[in-house]
């Protein structure tokens, strides 16, 4: 059976080139919205977290009417560290839209997110985007979409993909890139007439994989995924398999049967072959499952999911301002709302330590972990994290093996010396440079520990300017030691409310991270010194009043505006030997042992024994 009325597609592209303003512009034609109706810039980033950064970290579903089609769409995250949303995602549909920015060409996430839609054999339609920045290079796009294709072996067919240009933003498309178009009637036609439509056994058996899972408090989990094979019915008793092929759940009932129209999802009775579905009402269902008829349990098999590279240790915040903060605090809790996580994340792990109050989690990058902290910390609770640190490997040959990232740099021609000084005392090798009228692109592989921290030092050496991204690349043998920081903390000596007169003082030692007024306490870190040893300095210190005053000595002391720290930078300044106290109201970096006499003799015996 072929389904002429459906098309199943995803859009796919490096971060920030316009996947998310363009489904807005194909829901407004597809006239999912009214023509008075006010609608949100970015519909699809409902997350608080996706509104705020300007970036999309779920997958999403939609789907809009065109000629009497429907076409499931799916927004997928640019940023590398949710490639795992991506990659499963693709299991749902026949073809995909690669978003390229008409500016920036190709990028590190769209070599990622197009090699695995190659391998899954997708037709693939070529979209540039941002057709009417001033410094579209249209002449040149197509050809270098061309080399990125055939470096990553597309089949003859693949290489033929049809070639759109686009405003997202406008709502226009059109074939040639001498035309600007007047709507997005192009696109819908090439969609339509090149993405095949599913096709399967509607008579057979019911077969379909579960590729997303979402949680709602009334019904429980809920499975999201595309009918390869039969249809599929409410109060259908139904068999669920895992991808090894052994069964989990016998004899489950489909309690609630929805799909997408618009924005909104709708109880359909039954759904057939190629549809994407929501169902309700089996326990314990996961991503990579297979739901069967119980008379044909017959598993699918399920994509792989890259391997995380980079893992934090989670833990019971124990500093001494603990609990005062947070809702959630306890260890129990920390590994309730962990694993929770683990049901819906699968580029996620979590581990158990030899301590029942810390956890081991692994992510794909430092800001995949760190949308998870920020969500935690939304919700309540508080908990303490460390650096992250890499995950290693050993070959068959007792080799150490480290992740390796391909990172691809846009500076200004300026800059481009101080920032190859730096990437390559952190282990980067270039593999490609090429001017770009005023500004140069740099393509390196870098350790993905020589990236921990880089970001801001790279801004400041860019002034701002520079456009930095990367996507793991490969494993490869051990590079050697890279000095993870250059500068040391300031520490606070004693506990109590860090004062103007002590924050005067110790401004004069580094830079400060913390206002009068602010609570400290001893071990905690209130700034960052030049020098690469830690100073203890005492912000909480008063002037002691005297019963003569010289002239001039009352004056107004003048702080310099302190640093204020974004979860990122706290993340980015974490040394070995210090943590991240995590609450819903405040971000602390503190050292691990907080008494300063206690640290003062461990950097002792730790002299006299070298």
């Not at 405003?167 to 339509?192: C, H, M, N, V």
């Not at 979860?567 to 609450?583: G, H, I, K, R």
């Amino acid at each position: 059976m072929i389904r002429e009325d459906l098309r199943n597609i995803a859009i796919i592209a490096h971060v920030d080139h316009g996947k998310t303003t363009l489904v807005d512009e194909m829901l407004k034609q597809g006239g999912v919205f009214r023509e008075n109706q006010a609608v949100a810039e970015r519909v699809m980033d409902s997350n608080d977290i996706e509104r705020e950064r300007g970036i999309t970290i779920l997958a999403k579903n939609t789907s809009v009417m065109y000629n009497g089609t429907k076409i499931n769409i799916i927004d997928t995250p640019g940023h590398a560290d949710f490639g795992g949303e991506v990659e499963r995602v693709l299991e749902m549909v026949d073809g995909v839209l690669l978003l390229v920015d008409a500016a920036e060409g190709p990028m590190p996430q769209t070599r990622f997110v197009l090699s695995k839609a190659l391998e899954m054999g997708h037709k693939i339609i070529i979209v540039v985007n941002k057709i009417d920045k001033p410094d579209a290079r249209l002449d040149e796009i197509g050809d270098e979409v061309l080399e990125l294709l055939l470096d990553l072996d597309a089949s003859e067919e693949q290489l033929e993909s049809p070639l759109l240009f686009c405003s997202g933003r406008s709502g226009t498309a059109s074939l040639s890139q001498y035309e600007t178009g007047t709507d997005l009637k192009p696109l819908f036609d090439t969609i339509i007439n090149y993405i095949e439509p599913p096709k399967g056994d509607e008579e057979g058996p019911l077969q379909m994989l579960i590729s997303s899972i979402d949680y709602n408090e009334y019904v429980g989990r809920i499975g999201i995924g595309r009918i390869v094979r039969g249809d599929i019915k409410v109060n259908q008793q139904v068999t669920v398999c895992d991808y090894t092929g052994s069964k989990k759940n016998y004899n489950s009932k489909i309690v609630s049967l929805l799909q997408i129209q618009g924005l909104n999802r709708v109880p359909v009775e039954s759904a057939k072959v190629g549809d994407i579905v929501w169902i309700s009402g089996i326990e314990n269902i996961t991503i990579g499952d297979t739901i069967c008829a119980t008379d044909a349990p017959d598993p699918l098999p399920f994509v792989k999911i890259s391997e995380p590279t980079v893992e934090m240790t989670f833990a019971v915040n124990d500093s001494p301002f603990a609990g005062k903060e947070g809702k959630f605090v306890t260890s129990r809790q920390l590994r309730e709302r962990l694993f929770k996580e683990l049901l819906k994340d699968v580029s996620l792990r979590v581990e158990e330590t030899d301590s029942t109050d810390a956890f081991r989690v692994a992510g794909r990058g430092e800001m995949h972990l760190s949308i998870l902290i920020e969500n935690m910390r939304r919700e309540g609770y508080e908990l303490s994290v460390s650096t992250p640190r890499v995950l290693f490997k050993t070959d068959e040959d007792g080799r150490k093996l480290e992740p390796i990232e391909r990172l691809v740099i846009d500076v200004p021609g300026d800059c481009v010396g101080s920032v190859m000084e730096k990437i390559g005392s952190r282990k980067g090798d270039m593999v490609d440079m090429h001017p770009q009228g005023s500004r140069t692109r740099i393509e390196f592989l870098v350790p993905a520990r020589g990236l921990f921290g880089y970001k801001s030092e790279f801004l400041t050496d860019t002034k701002g300017e520079g456009i930095m991204s990367h996507v793991f690349d490969s494993y490869q043998p051990y590079k050697g030691d890279i000095e993870r920081r250059n500068t040391g903390s300031l520490v606070s000596f004693e506990t109590g409310e860090a004062v103007t007169y002590g924050l005067f003082n110790a401004q004069e030692r580094g830079q400060l991270f913390i206002p009068a007024g602010t609570q400290v306490y001893e071990g905690m870190i209130v700034g960052a010194s030049p020098k690469v040893e830690d100073l203890v300095v005492n912000v909480c210190k008063r002037k002691h009043l005297t019963n003569t005053r010289a002239s001039g000595s009352d004056d107004a002391l003048r702080l310099v505006p302190h640093r204020i720290l974004s979860l990122e930078d706290c993340l980015e300044f974490l040394a070995d030997d210090e943590l991240l106290e995590v609450t819903p109201e405040s971000l602390r970096i503190r050292k691990r042992i907080l008494s300063n006499t206690q640290r003062a003799k461990i950097r002792g015996n730790a002299a006299k024994n070298q």
